[in-house]
């Protein structure tokens, strides 16, 4: 659909009206110029795959919540793999952080990214993968949209997390992906719990254990006096002075302690 101050590239014949010396551009196709064709193209090509049933939620697989191994995806240089690796360093030092350099802008891109994603995904220790880069524009960006490389996406074992572009950037990796952040920072926090506060969790549950365990122990203290003075007076009292006592908790449990220490 065309409208006013659309760029387009138009192809036709040039038509000279002598009487007026009007020119008129019989045009027979019809193309939107720069970002225009490249987003139309990603329209057609996200639908088709939609329609195919790539980005269907029931097909998104799990994420680990406490990965022991990660794939990192992403350029070798630049801001982007800088902040992957410092958030899950400082965020889980313990998770062992696997990178795979890949080239992440050209023709030569999606290739590159498809044959890191199959290293990763015969790596049975690897248990999540995280596809990042920096900013960028549409074209900067359009291998993340390449056909082959969101069918490999789709066809992953291991959970995969994208974190492209900015937060208004949106690439069809990111629609075929587990779970899409908005940044590559972003995609670093979501894979992994922060340490400190998963120990502070623990430690907050093993007090709440305890604190129960107590007040129950606490609680059943009278009723375990009572089986103990039963026990110790079966032992010692003879039926009539068992079945003296049997209702008389305070009685029973004096004869059971003095029993006790004898």
Sequence with gaps: NLHDGMEIIAVGDVSVYTQRGY?????????????GSLFIAFEKLKKKLNDQGLFNKFHKKKLPKFPLEIGIITSS?????????????????????NLRPTIVQGTKASNDIIQAIDQFDKNKNIELIILGRGGGSIEDL????????????????TPIITGIGHETDF????????????????????????????IARIDELNFRFKT????????????LLRHAA????????????????????????KIALSLIHI
């Design 23 to 35: 020119h008129q551009l019989i045009v027979k196709n019809i193309e939107v110029a720069g970002q």
């Design 77 to 97: 240089t630049g801001a982007a793999v800088e902040d992957i690796i410092n958030i899950l360093t400082r965020r889980a030092p313990h998770v062992k952080l």
């Design 142 to 157: 359009w291998c993340f949209n390449e056909e082959k490389l969101i069918n490999k996406i789709f066809e992953c074992q």
């Design 171 to 198: 690439t069809l990796a990111d629609f075929a992906s587990d779970l899409r952040a908005p940044t590559p920072s972003a995609a670093a926090e979501k894979a992994v719990p922060v340490r400190n506060e998963l």
């Design 212 to 223: 129960s365990f107590n007040n129950k122990l606490n609680n059943n203290k009278d009723l």
């Design 230 to 253: 039963i026990i110790a007076l079966s032992r010692v009292a003879s039926p009539e002075e068992l079945a003296k006592y049997y209702n008389d908790d305070s009685d029973a449990v």
